[in-house]
């Protein structure tokens, strides 16, 4: 097992879904890993399907539709073992074949894509889970390892004059165009990499949530290589 996982107080390990689905956040942990070395050829899979934009979403018939080799079937098997899973767990989970996220050109004082550390906020109990087959895995960081960009002085500063209204109104326009949700990491932060084949369970943004949501990001793609990601 990953040791930066195990000795990771951000980070709980379980080792069957259920235990993923009913262990309970707590303290500093707000981040769940279903740990798991996966066999299969999930590179064959991203080799047949087809690339319509830079994000594709992949259905369960698309899969069944691929001609693969036995290796090939075993990844197959699980990734639509995993959909199942999730959806009758009553979760809406996305498989998505990825080229690059859509980069934020419209505000220069923080970026609000998803390449940012960042939380995610729901106004129902919820949580995100999340797990990449192929290509680069995505990143967490501990809280306490981070800043919430609005609270930094010169940000908050240059925000207020892009908001130029009513001071009572500056926090809902924080809100309404996500910079709240995003944060800078210290300069002796050490993010963590969620590596490939595990399922996580990161905790989010809302009114009933007991513990801190976990700040992620999505990684910088690998040249010439997709991402072969379910989330939800």
């Given amino acids: 097992m990953n ?28 981040a769940l890993c279903w740990y798991r070395n996966l066999d299969g050829d999930f ?15 992949v259905y369960p018939e698309d899969l069944t ?11 197959r098997e699980i990734i639509l073992n995993d959909l199942q899973l999730l959806t009758d767990f009553g979760a809406s ?5 990825l080229k690059c996220y859509e980069r ?9 894509d998803v390449y940012s550390f960042h939380v995610d906020r729901s106004p129902i109990a919820t949580d995100t889970f999340l797990c990449t087959y ?17 609270r930094i002085p010169e940000i908050r500063t240059k925000l207020k004059e892009l908001h130029d209204g009513p001071e009572e109104e500056f926090e809902n326009f924080l809100k309404e165009n996500y910079f709240d949700l995003h944060y ?13 084949g595990h399922l996580w369970r990161l905790a989010v943004d809302h009114p009933k949530q007991e513990v801190q949501p976990c700040i992620h990001r999505a990684p910088r793609e690998n040249d010439g290589e997709y991402r072969l990601l379910l989330i939800c």
Avoid at 3 to 28: A, R, W
Avoid at 65 to 75: D, H, T, Y
Avoid at 184 to 196: E, R, Y
């Fill in 93 to 97: 989970p996305s498989l998505n074949l």
């Fill in 134 to 150: 192929h290509g680069a895995a995505s990143d967490i960081i501990s809280n306490s390892q981070a800043e919430q960009k609005i």
């Fill in 104 to 112: 934020d050109e419209e505000f220069d004082v923080i970026s609000t």
């Fill in 184 to 196: 800078k990491a210290h300069q002796d932060a050490v993010p963590v990499n969620l590596g490939l």
């Fill in 3 to 30: 040791n930066t996982f195990s000795e990771n107080s951000q980070i709980g390990i379980v080792s069957t879904f259920s235990e993923l689905l009913h262990t309970d956040f707590k303290g500093e942990m707000n």
């Fill in 43 to 57: 590179s064959e899979i991203v080799a047949q399907l087809h690339l319509k934009e830079n994000i594709t979403e």
């Fill in 65 to 75: 539709a691929l001609q693969l080799s036995e290796e090939g079937n075993i990844a």
